[in-house]
């Protein structure tokens, strides 16, 4: 194609996306202001430290959160919410996918068993099919990506013979679904997904005038790189903005340019309408030594300025969609201990699993962020550069530290060599001091293969060598 062919081409492509937006934002704005100025909390409960489900909700309410996500269809929970004025969407788990696909009737029995006892008492609003499905590359999970939408299907067919019409069905889809983000105007989704899976999807959502639901963190793009990235960009402070090339559209922070991404690859499908909602979206109040920029100054800052973009009236929207709202639910209530992975994936709360608050935040977005709390310095917005070792937590019980001792011993006969005895790191002869070497010997020698040091919840890195003259600690250098 000629260069004036491929400028007119761009041309008329963005003519659609941002007449299409304006459309949409005109039809639907009056449906949509009380949902998306509602701002919704993440309720997960990964954790042996967490509040009640009966403590919790009324943390919500003291939250004033306007809505909030289950990741499943818990009874209790459900039950307590009847009668609030809080929405609530709930889940199906990944493994009843294909059996809800295969059969109407394990559709129509999910859908008694978990909606029918609370609805309307409880404002039920979503059900979400699934979580971040895609995400997952095995050839079982494959084959829940072809059950996707029927299942999705069912669904809605056993909700509108039961004559329920207000609660939408939809999935929430990580941003590994695309193949391409940066700049917006090239966001496309990945080649095995977008015919098979997307392009029913999304057929299944505008059909049903539903949501794409996004799960979309700021903090992972801008972390690969936290020298050259812009962090105020990042956090919605920043005075630098960021042009598309191809678009001319201009960019104010990181989160736009993520979600127009996925708009302009759902308009390269031939969808350019369908509404979007940020399932899950937040900023890390704590991580791993190596996890720059995890703490608590960035988390408030983020999650406070997002709040007043999202409930700004009339709404802000996107770049690619300006005045569109976006119903918006922050991730997470709670720091959840029992979460696997590195450092972060436990700190993503706003509250203690005592109920105070982590930091100061103002969910209806009324307040001016200056009125909010002062928030500590934050020490590790710059990677650390130096030595980290991989020690025995406070709390662990010697029970569990003697399992993950065998098993981090077992894998190699060299990580726990020099514990032998009259070998150099036998004495002292405790679980404590052999589990610490053995977590940091195993940690050293295979973090490059994913390797972290948590050991079910057992260990916690440290800066500080835990070694003596005698027996020296292997180490991972940053």
């Given at each position: 194609?000629?260069?004036?062919?491929?400028?007119?081409?761009?041309?008329?492509?963005?003519?659609?996306?941002?007449?299409?937006?304006?459309?949409?934002?005109?039809?639907?704005?009056?449906?949509?202001?009380?949902?998306?100025?509602?701002?919704?909390?993440?309720y997960?409960?990964?954790?042996?430290?967490?509040p009640?489900?009966?403590?919790?909700?009324?943390?919500?309410?003291?939250?004033k959160?306007?809505?909030?996500?289950?990741?499943?269809?818990d009874?209790?929970?459900?039950?307590?919410?009847?009668n609030?004025?809080?929405?609530?969407?709930?889940?199906?788990?990944?493994?009843?996918?294909?059996?809800?696909?295969a059969?109407?009737?394990?559709?129509?029995?999910?859908?008694?068993?978990?909606?029918?006892p609370?609805?309307?008492?409880?404002?039920?609003?979503?059900?979400?099919?699934?979580?971040?499905?895609?995400?997952?590359?095995?050839?079982?999970?494959?084959?829940?990506?072809?059950?996707?939408?029927?299942?999705?299907?069912?669904?809605?067919?056993?909700?509108?013979?039961?004559?329920?019409?207000?609660?939408?069905?939809?999935?929430?889809?990580?941003m590994?679904?695309?193949?391409?983000?940066?700049?917006?105007?090239?966001?496309?989704?990945?080649?095995?997904?977008?015919?098979?899976?997307?392009?029913?999807?999304?057929?299944?959502?505008?059909?049903?005038?539903?949501?794409?639901f996004?799960?979309?963190?700021?903090?992972?793009?801008w972390?690969?790189?936290?020298?050259?990235?812009?962090?105020?960009?990042?956090?919605?402070?920043?005075?630098?903005?960021?042009t598309?090339?191809?678009?001319?559209?201009?960019?104010?922070?990181?989160?736009?340019?993520?979600?127009?991404?996925?708009?302009?690859?759902?308009?390269?499908?031939?969808?350019?309408?369908?509404?979007?909602?940020?399932?899950?979206?937040?900023?890390?109040?704590?991580?791993?030594?190596?996890?720059t920029?995890?703490?608590?100054?960035?988390?408030?800052?983020?999650?406070?300025?997002?709040?007043?973009?999202?409930?700004?009236?009339?709404?802000?929207?996107?770049?690619?969609?300006?005045?569109?709202?976006?119903?918006?639910?922050?991730?997470?209530?709670?720091?959840?201990?029992?979460?696997?992975?590195?450092?972060?994936?436990?700190?993503?709360?706003?509250?203690?699993?005592?109920?105070?608050?982590?930091?100061?935040?103002?969910?209806?977005?009324?307040?001016?962020?200056?009125?909010?709390?002062?928030?500590?310095?934050?020490?590790?917005?710059?990677?650390?550069?130096?030595?980290?070792?991989?020690?025995?937590?406070?709390?662990a019980?010697?029970?569990?530290?003697?399992?993950?001792?065998?098993f981090?011993c077992?894998?190699?006969?060299?990580?726990?060599?020099?514990?032998?005895?009259?070998?150099?790191?036998?004495?002292?002869?405790?679980?404590?001091?052999?589990a610490?070497?053995?977590?940091?010997?195993?940690?050293?020698?295979?973090?490059?293969?994913?390797?972290?040091?948590?050991?079910?919840?057992?260990?916690?890195?440290?800066?500080?060598?835990?070694?003596?003259?005698?027996?020296?600690?292997?180490?991972?250098?940053?």
């Amino acid at each position: 194609m000629s260069s004036p062919m491929v400028s007119f081409a761009l041309f008329l492509f963005n003519l659609i996306v941002l007449s299409s937006s304006s459309c949409y934002a005109i039809g639907n704005n009056k449906t949509l202001s009380s949902l998306a100025s509602r701002i919704g909390i993440n309720y997960g409960r990964l954790g042996n430290n967490l509040p009640s489900p009966y403590q919790s909700i009324n943390l919500i309410k003291t939250l004033k959160a306007g809505h909030v996500k289950l990741y499943d269809a818990d009874q209790e929970t459900l039950m307590l919410l009847s009668n609030t004025n809080i929405y609530v969407t709930i889940m199906v788990p990944n493994n009843q996918i294909i059996s809800i696909a295969a059969d109407q009737t394990a559709a129509d029995n999910w859908v008694n068993t978990n909606v029918l006892p609370h609805y309307p008492q409880t404002k039920i609003r979503f059900v979400l099919v699934g979580n971040e499905i895609l995400s997952y590359n095995s050839d079982q999970d494959k084959q829940i990506w072809t059950n996707l939408v029927p299942a999705m299907r069912k669904i809605v067919n056993s909700l509108r013979a039961r004559g329920i019409h207000n609660i939408k069905v939809g999935t929430p889809l990580a941003m590994d679904v695309l193949r391409s983000s940066f700049p917006p105007s090239s966001g496309s989704f990945r080649d095995e997904v977008a015919a098979p899976v997307m392009l029913p999807l999304l057929k299944f959502l505008n059909g049903t005038n539903s949501f794409f639901f996004l799960d979309v963190y700021p903090y992972f793009p801008w972390s690969t790189d936290p020298v050259n990235n812009d962090l105020d960009f990042a956090l919605f402070e920043s005075n630098s903005t960021y042009t598309d090339p191809q678009t001319g559209l201009v960019y104010t922070n990181l989160l736009d340019q993520m979600l127009d991404s996925v708009i302009f690859a759902m308009t390269k499908l031939g969808y350019p309408n369908i509404r979007l909602a940020i399932s899950e979206t937040g900023w890390p109040n704590s991580g791993d030594i190596d996890e720059t920029g995890a703490n608590i100054f960035n988390a408030a800052t983020y999650n406070r300025n997002l709040i007043k973009k999202m409930t700004a009236n009339p709404p802000l929207g996107t770049p690619a969609r300006p005045g569109s709202p976006i119903p918006t639910f922050l991730f997470s209530l709670f720091n959840e201990n029992q979460k696997p992975g590195s450092g972060t994936e436990r700190h993503w709360g706003i509250l203690n699993p005592d109920g105070t608050q982590i930091y100061e935040i103002d969910f209806s977005g009324t307040r001016p962020v200056s009125s909010l709390g002062s928030l500590p310095k934050p020490s590790n917005n710059v990677p650390f550069k130096g030595n980290v070792w991989c020690v025995v937590a406070e709390g662990a019980s010697e029970e569990e530290l003697g399992q993950a001792l065998d098993f981090a011993c077992g894998r190699s006969s060299e990580t726990c060599a020099a514990l032998a005895p009259r070998r150099e790191c036998y004495a002292p002869v405790s679980v404590t001091w052999h589990a610490s070497y053995a977590f940091s010997s195993y940690w050293a020698q295979f973090r490059n293969q994913s390797s972290q040091c948590y050991f079910n919840g057992l260990a916690r890195e440290t800066t500080t060598n835990p070694g003596n003259e005698r027996c020296k600690f292997p180490s991972v250098t940053l």
